[in-house]
């Protein structure tokens, strides 16, 4: 059975690249299809502003002649230069329950990055923390969330006989959410609030977030540098992300905290679960997929948080208690009675603690890999 290894060089071939999961996933009923028009933004040069700062190359696997894998290799220079590394990434890894069509798929990128003179290789992970990231490894009976990585189990077998060790883990939990108020929270909430002279944001629109949307991004750039791998957004992915994503929060569902001059202090970005939708919308928002969408939004048992940072000067004094109170008032609101956490560093242990005062469980784990290329 022969294996040939075709490099993505036309739209032609990125649209079957973007579509190969659709191929392996359907039928899965834990699988979450990503919408086609994302990917193809995100992976073509001319729409992904992360291009100003990674080289990306794709490949597509072919078994007898049929469609059997692909992958990406990205060569992110500001993660090298930031992180003082000399690392070539793959991300967007998929491949039919085959050894040889994954060690075919991964070769190439070890190849390329050895003639780049890099030294490791890490991965599953995007352009930035804002694309999916990490092989699931726990979880496979447990529904994907949007924009996450879901994977058959057979992938971890496969890329741990290539020699690839684990480099880090995150971990997801589901909470259940309480149909009252817990007093404990509310009460730190509270002394949090006027200790530090915070306040919440009142909003009623989307549009009302938009003036606070760069002080946002750039309070992510600034909390999250520290966290594994993470590279501080450039203004231009700041304005794409704004467009992208502001237009259709559901305001409630984003506390902002101001401080007594006006100025963000924290957030979090929450919203409705959209895994079902997307299931429904099979990557794509017409003819009917955006019907689904709007009404995930409106009539939804579940939520997923997707965002959380308290700016440096306010951290470990409580303020985490004020965006989780908020946010349970909204969920009680709109009757969410489970929420997904999305994925935490293995080793936070300041994130997971806040969970203990809810019926919690650990339910999915994410591996990012690495290996020398020496």
């Known amino acids: 059975m022969s294996i040939t290894i075709k490099e993505v060089i036309t739209k032609g071939d990125l649209k079957k690249f973007i579509k190969f999961p659709f191929e392996l996933y359907k039928g899965n009923k834990y699988w979450v299809p990503p919408l086609i028009f994302d990917d193809v933004k995100t992976l073509s040069k001319d729409k992904n502003p992360a291009f100003e700062f990674c080289d990306a ?36 890894v998929d491949f039919i329950d085959d050894e040889n069509v994954a060690a075919a798929l991964i070769n190439e990128v070890e190849k390329w990055g050895k003639e780049k003179g890099l030294e490791y290789i890490h991965g599953p992970l995007g ?19 949007f924009g996450a990585i879901y994977n058959y189990p057979y992938y971890e077998k496969h890329i741990e006989k290539l020699k690839y ?18 007093e404990k929270v509310e009460r730190i909430a509270n002394v949090v609030a ?10 009623k629109k989307a549009k009302d977030l938009l003036p606070y949307a760069n002080e946002i991004f750039h309070l992510i750039n600034d909390a999250y540098k520290d966290l594994y791998g993470f590279v501080s957004l450039t203004d231009k992915q700041i304005e794409m992300y704004t467009k992208a994503y502001f237009g259709f929060i559901k305001p409630g569902y984003v506390p902002v905290i101001l401080d007594e001059e006006g100025r963000v202090a924290a957030f979090g970005i929450t919203m409705p679960s959209l895994s079902k939708a997307m299931q429904r919308a099979n990557g794509s928002l017409f003819p009917f997929g955006f019907i689904h969408i709007l009404n995930a939004m ?7 948080l997707y965002l959380t940072a308290v700016r440096r ?13 908020e946010v349970n008032k909204v969920f009680i609101n709109n009757n969410i009675k489970f929420v997904e956490t999305n994925r935490e560093l293995e080793e936070n242990s300041k994130i997971q603690a806040q969970w203990r005062f809810y019926n919690s469980r650990q339910h999915k784990r994410r591996r990012c890999y690495k290996k020398n290329l020496a």
Do not use: C
């Open 194 to 203: 006027q200790r530090n002279k915070l306040r919440m944001l009142e909003v």
């Open 165 to 182: 060790t684990k480099d880090v883990d995150w971990i997801e939990f589901n909470v259940e959410t309480p149909r009252e108020l817990n």
């Open 57 to 92: 190359r794709y490949w597509l696997a072919y078994k007898d002649g049929k469609i059997a894998g692909r992958i990406a290799a990205i060569i992110n220079h500001k993660f090298n230069e930031t992180w003082n590394q000399k690392a070539i990434r793959f991300g967007w």
């Open 127 to 145: 352009f930035t923390d804002f694309d999916p990231e990490g092989l699931l490894i726990e979880g496979f009976e447990e529904l994907s969330t």
């Open 313 to 325: 000067d306010l951290q470990n004094k409580g303020v985490n208690s004020m965006l989780i109170n």
């Open 298 to 304: 409106k009539n939804n048992p579940d939520a997923d």
